[in-house]
């Protein structure tokens, strides 16, 4: 029963372009909900994170976008750089707190192109 | 400061033996979990110990089990190997009162 979903195994965008990672999920019990970048060969790379109360959380060129009703967030990146080629995992968590396990999904490939 | 340590980077073993991985939290973190992550698959959680106690179990035989040292670091044992443990383990810390988990550079196990 795959809780975290995303549907696009890859994505391709333009250098200076927005690059926007789709996420759905089904237990609406989950309280935060993580972004995480992974290079080939490195473990993944904690890059934002959005507590179910809130909307929207901004980071320099990350922006994550939170919808309840359906169940689904999304990670905008702008603008897109070459260095942003990697992996993109959507992960959330129940009951708050760092003793709580990560459910994922299963990766979105990015590819950002000159 | 030093990040989320594993050991080894790469294991190669046969089908039946027992393997033992090594993880050292980032400085400063109390709560260790580990993760399995299949080819094309996200990281699947195995357990979570904090407090030198297993609090939390994913959906993984007893043949997977763990440790927490008093000063922090975790190891990961898994018995009877079977091809399908064949996976990229990755350990993960955090400190309690942070959702964040942050990630080593993961052990790729091999069965053979």
């Known amino acids: 029963d795959q809780q975290v979903k995303q549907n696009s195994p890859s994505l391709s965008v333009q250098e200076g372009r927005i690059s926007i990672l789709n996420c759905d999920y089904t237990?609406?019990?989950?309280?935060?909900f993580l972004w995480y970048k992974k290079y080939p060969a490195e473990g993944p790379t904690f890059l934002i994170s959005?507590?179910?109360?809130?909307d929207k959380n901004e980071d320099g060129r990350f922006t994550v976008f939170l919808n309840k009703s359906a169940k689904h967030l999304s990670l905008h990146i702008v603008p897109s750089q070459p260095g942003d080629s990697a992996v993109y995992f959507c992960?959330?968590?129940?009951?708050?707190?760092?003793?709580?396990?990560?459910?994922f999904g299963t990766g979105t490939l990015l590819a950002v192109q000159p | 400061d030093a990040g989320v340590t594993q050991s080894p980077t790469h294991l190669i073993k046969t089908r039946g033996q027992q393997v033992t991985l090594r993880c050292s939290p980032k400085?400063?973190?109390?709560?260790v979990s580990w993760y399995q992550q299949a080819l094309g698959q996200g990281p699947q959680f195995i357990f979570q110990?904090?407090?030198?106690?297993?609090?939390q179990r994913g959906n993984f035989p007893d043949r997977f089990s763990g440790h927490q040292f008093p000063n922090y670091s975790s190891e990961l044992n898994v018995n009877a190997l079977l091809l399908g443990d064949s996976a990229l383990y990755l350990c993960?810390?955090?400190?309690?009162?942070?959702?964040?988990?942050?990630f080593g550079q993961g052990t790729r196990l091999t069965v053979v």
């Open positions: 237990n609406s019990m989950f309280d935060y």
């Open positions: 110990y904090y407090e030198e106690e297993e609090r």
């Open positions: 993960a810390s955090s400190f309690s009162i942070r959702v964040e988990a942050f």
């Open positions: 992960a959330a968590t129940l009951g708050g707190g760092a003793t709580n396990k990560l459910i």
């Open positions: 959005i507590s179910s109360i809130k």
């Open positions: 400085s400063g973190h109390d709560t």
